[in-house]
């Protein structure tokens, strides 16, 4: 079964630009797609965006002036940069598989998230 | 923008029936999953591609989508069905999450 692992800082300052990266074991990286998803405190979920194993990429029109994100076959991972932030990206923020894209992508296994918090 | 409306509240009696609906135009155009998230806890998906139950989910969660509403609906609920539901569809490249309902048994 496949399981995912968020990992980063979690406190960052105005303007800075958050990594994440999130390491994939029990399965490979290739044939599936991988997004990031956020959730602020006792809000609702937000789709971030995806990316493939060739380096294709999707992002929430939303964010996509600020989203890079990258993959690394070899060490099973892929990775999160949001730029310019500040206190509205404080959230937690999860990695997951997509599955079935053509087909009403849906998300079938997620990372426990991880909590980054934006302040000076 | 494309929205995805779901009720903020559902509260039902333990071994009753739950509803929970999700409305968007044109909704049952698209397929809809639904994710449980209890306190705490990451999403789990519950329903995909509008009725499927992925392994593990009991058969008393269902799932039905027509012209604008999806429902998700749990049959004989138990306390441990307690959390948020959020209904997710894919609009013209990206993804949209309805709001969340929570529901009470």
């Known amino acids: 079964q496949v399981q995912l692992q968020e990992s980063g800082p979690g406190l960052m300052k105005p303007s800075e630009t958050l990594s994440l990266t999130c390491t994939v074991s029990g399965g490979p990286l290739s044939t599936y797609y991988w997004s990031w998803l956020r959730q602020p405190a006792g809000k609702g979920l937000e789709w971030i965006g995806r990316i493939y194993i060739n380096g294709n990429t999707k992002y929430n029109p939303s964010l996509k002036s600020r989203v890079t994100m990258s993959v690394d076959s070899s060490k099973n991972h892929f990775s999160l940069k949001l730029s310019s932030l500040t206190a509205a990206d404080t959230a937690v923020y999860y990695c997951?598989?997509?599955?079935?894209?053509?087909?009403?992508?849906?998300?079938?296994?997620w990372g426990q998230g991880t909590l980054v918090t934006v302040s000076s | 923008s494309y929205e995805l409306t779901q009720s903020p509240s559902v509260s039902v009696s333990p071994g009753q029936t739950a509803s929970i609906t999700c409305s968007g135009d044109n909704l049952g155009e698209k397929y809809i999953s639904w994710y449980r998230q209890r306190p705490g806890q990451s999403p789990l998906l519950v329903l995909y591609q509008d009725v499927k139950r992925p392994s593990g989910i009991p058969e008393r969660l269902s799932g039905s989508n027509s012209r604008n509403t999806a429902t998700l609906t749990i049959s004989g609920a138990e306390t441990m069905d307690e959390a948020v539901y959020y209904c997710q569809a894919w609009h013209f490249n990206k993804v949209i999450f309805g709001g969340g309902t929570e529901l009470t048994v």
């Open positions: 997951a598989r997509e599955v079935c894209p053509t087909q009403g992508g849906f998300f079938e296994s």
